[in-house]
Structure formats: C-alpha cells, structure tokens
C-alpha cells in the first residue's frame, strides 16, 4: 500500500508540474527587477514585428517603466540598443511614451545603467498613454492604458531573438510588462509575459488530472473494501 502511495503521489506531481503558471517575474509594491535577459528562439522562420508592453491594470493614474536595452536578431549586430539617442528603427505605438536615457533610479533605490553602449530605453506606462485592454498579466487582468513599442524583426528556424530588460513598479495595482511577436499581417502569433505587480492567480488543475485523481481514490476505496 505505502508503495502505491508513493507511485500515486509521484504521478500527481508530475501531471501538475505541467500545469504551473507562466514565468512571470511578480513584485512587491514599488519593487524593480533588476536587468535580466530574455531570449526567444525561433521554432520556424518568422518576419514581423518584435512588440514591448508596459501597461497598467485596474487603474489609469499611476506608471510603471520597462526600460530596454541591447537588443539582437539572429545572433548578429542588428538594433543594437539605442545607440544613436534616439528610436531609430522603432516605432511608438499612438501616444505612447519612451526616452532614452543613460541612468535611472527606481523608486527603490536602484541605479540603473545601460546593459550595452552608452543608452537604453526607458518605456512609461503614462497618460494619456494607449489603449492595452488587449493584453494581460499573469492574474488575468486585462490592462487600461500603457505604452506599447514596436521593431521589425526577421528570425531564420532556430535563431534567437534576445533583450535586456527591467521593470519597475512604481505602483501597487498589478502594472505589467510583455514581450509579443507579430506577423506581416498584424496577427500577435506569440506573448510572454516579463513581469508583474502583484502575486499570480491560482491555477486551476485540468479536468484531466482530477478525474486520473478520482479513479485512483476510487480503486483504493474498492481495494479496502475487498479485504
């Protein structure tokens, strides 16, 4: 018995491990990330647009940041960074809002320094901002308003597509930041979520997995009853 037990048990966490939520980065209230770095490999050739989201959720007045640097296709020395001083090569979405800076210090306390060259991008979530009730965090909140930017990007199957990046909250209503991918016809064909204010939403385990659940307990309750 304690062996079936223990053969149950295993089988149940790994059916669940393959449920587990996304991987978001979560803060605290006013918390930053740090720089991380974000790689996504191409599992088929692909031309679009590489897409950046900051947004916030639930309310439209306060903003937090997602500050961008050292961008590469491929692998190779394309839109490296923010070099220049300015957004060549990008585009801000409606009445989005982005500068460029050299340094920036978060409302933790944290100086911020580009991750390559001289600049990066520092992309605001702030009024009168753009429409971004079409994504959402990890919790499954839809967003109010933010800032969104785009970038032409061409990946061959298996080359990479990498970035540095940050968030900083500088409120506490589940703001949040993503990474999409957009064909030629404005299709999003992939979305990742970077981070978010906030703890994540429980995930709910697949049918699947309770019904495999009640079967065993079901063949234990008649193993019991036929000693």
């Known amino acids: 018995m ?8 295993a089988a149940l966490f790994i059916l669940s491990a393959n449920y587990e939520a996304s991987a978001w980065i979560y803060l605290p209230d006013y918390g930053d990330t740090g720089w991380q770095t974000y790689t996504y490999t191409a599992p088929q050739a692909f ?20 500050l961008l640097d050292n961008l590469s ?9 923010f070099e ?15 500068e460029v800076s050299t340094w920036k210090m978060s ?12 600049f990066f991008s520092d992309q605001l979530g702030l009024t ?26 061409a990946l061959s199957t298996g080359a990479q597509f990498s970035f540095d990046w940050a968030f900083l909250a500088n409120d506490s209503y589940n703001d949040f930041a993503l990474f999409y991918l957009k064909d030629n016809y404005g299709n ?26 009640s079967g065993i307990l ?10």
């Open 47 to 66: 031309s679009g647009t590489a897409g950046f989201v900051v947004s916030n959720a639930i309310d439209s007045a306060a903003y937090s940041e997602l």
């Open 128 to 153: 009168p901002g753009i429409d971004t009730s079409g994504f959402y965090n990890g919790s499954g909140q839809a967003g109010t308003i933010g800032s969104i930017m785009e970038t032409p990007v």
């Open 2 to 9: 304690k062996r079936l037990m223990v053969i149950i048990a």
């Open 84 to 98: 220049l001083g300015n957004f060549s090569g990008y585009v801000l979405m409606g009445a989005s809002y982005a």
């Open 188 to 213: 999003i064909v992939f979305s990742d979520g970077l981070a978010q204010v906030g703890s994540p939403a429980p995930v709910p385990l697949p049918s699947s997995l309770l019904l495999f659940a």
């Open 218 to 227: 079901g063949l234990l309750g008649l193993k019991r009853n036929s000693q």
């Open 107 to 118: 409302d933790a306390g944290n100086l911020y320094y580009p991750t390559m060259g001289e």
């Open 73 to 81: 296709q491929g692998g190779g020395e394309t839109n490296r960074g």
